[in-house]
């Protein structure tokens, strides 16, 4: 599929690309080859070893509308990549877990693997660790949580506008003039707390797999930002800037 690109508003340092899937069936397709293709560039990249040793991994949050997509995604993800590292962030989970779940994340791709942070985790990485949350489950940073700081936010699904169902987001991408204010702003304001949550302030990607019918939707949410095809190498761009993030801060 096609592929966009943003810069804007409070993310500056984030790139956005948009993955354009021609019809819904295809989205999980779309979103584990992008895991499995970044996965296979980044096992061998320099960037994997940290300086005591420990094996660093590509960090990838994927958010999505309910628990049920969540877990298709991961579903989805594994079937291509089974050595994934994976982990939920979920809503039956205790605040220990919760926390540990996140450190877990964090530490695979700053310090390396630390089986003891990660026990909610699955697989031992292949290149990647991949974080699946539903929107009220990512770290609330106007609360004062922390944001997963990860490299790459695959979002499988438009943020919901204001708490509109399946049905009613998908009833108002078919209407012939554009969304209200409100609604306009609602998803704009729901995209930008999926990146801040997922990749902080850290520069990173955001991308978005969009089928044709949702395209009304996000071009709502993703309102105030510049959207161009993407490379077709996605997959090494990402590698790439990990790469050279990682050794930035190592020379530091």
């Known amino acids: 599929g096609g592929a966009g690109r943003a810069r804007g508003l409070a ?17 999980l397709r779309c979103l584990a080859d992008i895991v499995f293709q970044t996965s296979r560039a980044a096992s061998g990249a320099s960037a994997g070893t940290s300086a005591d040793g420990k094996r660093r ?6 958010v999505a ?39 877990g994340f964090r530490a ?24 699946f949350a539903t929107d009220a489950c990512l ?4 609360t004062g949580e922390a944001p997963l700081r990860g490299v790459v936010l695959i979002q499988s699904e438009v943020p919901r506008f204001g708490g509109d169902s399946d049905a009613t987001a998908q009833a108002l991408s078919h209407q012939s003039r554009g969304l ?5 702003e609602g998803a704009t304001a729901a995209y930008r707390r ?11 990607f955001a991308v978005s797999v969009v089928s044709l019918d949702e395209r009304r939707l996000f071009d709502a949410a993703s309102r105030g930002f510049e959207v161009e095809e ?18 930035g801060k190592e020379g530091r």
Request: glycine letters at 8%; charged letters at 25%; proline letters at 3%.
């Open 11 to 27: 993310m500056a340092d984030a790139t956005h690309f948009t993955c354009l899937s021609a019809v819904r069936g295809n989205k």
């Open 65 to 103: 509308n309910t628990r049920d997509a969540v877990d298709a995604a991961m579903s989805a993800v594994l079937a291509v990549a089974p050595r994934a590292r994976v982990a939920r962030l979920h809503s039956d989970q205790s605040a220990v877990d919760r926390k540990a779940t996140m450190e």
């Open 57 to 62: 991994l590509l960090p990838i949050v994927v």
């Open 108 to 131: 695979a791709s700053s310090v390396g693997l630390d089986e003891r942070q990660c026990e909610d985790a699955e697989g031992d990485g292949d290149g990647v660790a991949v974080l």
């Open 230 to 247: 993407a490379p077709f190498d996605l997959h090494d761009v990402v590698v790439a800037r990990w790469r050279g993030s990682a050794r």
């Open 194 to 204: 999926r990146v801040r949550a997922a990749l902080g302030r850290d520069a990173g």
């Open 139 to 142: 770290p609330s940073i106007a």
């Open 180 to 184: 209200s204010g409100e609604k306009a």
